[in-house]
């Protein structure tokens, strides 16, 4: 099974920023989708970002306007920008990656079920 590669994270003051890395080392177009995802104590993992088949991304709308999901397919990497940290933005991130399947000749996203390891942002007020 592929294993995902996050970096990143950290502990940064209320107002800064900080960047999140995901490589998916078998990834394209056609395999998985991808997203960013964070579970803090005593919550459920919620979606954070995330890209669907056709290339469309989307936010909780808790990170919208503050928090950049891109995609390179060259490296197969997938980068969560955030600026504008606040507290309640402290959780373990997650990479999560759903392989992609067909329907009738479209495409969907079958769940996200591959996990990366997590990685911690702090963020202190």
């Known amino acids: 099974q592929v294993q995902l590669l996050e970096s990143g994270g950290g502990s940064v003051q209320a107002g800064g920023s900080l960047k999140l890395s995901c490589v998916v080392p078998d990834y394209t177009i056609s395999t998985y989708c991808v997203g960013w995802f964070r579970q803090a104590p005593g919550e459920e993992r919620a979606e954070v970002a995330k890209?669907?088949?056709?290339?469309?991304?989307s936010y909780g709308d808790s990170v919208e306007g503050r928090f950049t999901f891109s995609r390179d397919i060259a490296t197969k990497t997938f980068d969560l920008q955030m600026d504008s940290l606040k507290p309640e933005d402290s959780a373990m991130y997650y990479c999560?990656?759903?392989?992609?399947?067909?329907?009738?000749?479209?495409?969907?996203?079958?769940?996200?079920?591959?996990w990366g390891q997590g990685t911690q942002v702090s963020v202190s007020s």
């Open positions: 890209i669907n088949t056709y290339g469309k991304i």
């Open positions: 999560g990656a759903a392989p992609i399947s067909q329907y009738r000749g479209v495409s969907y996203c079958a769940g996200f079920q591959i």
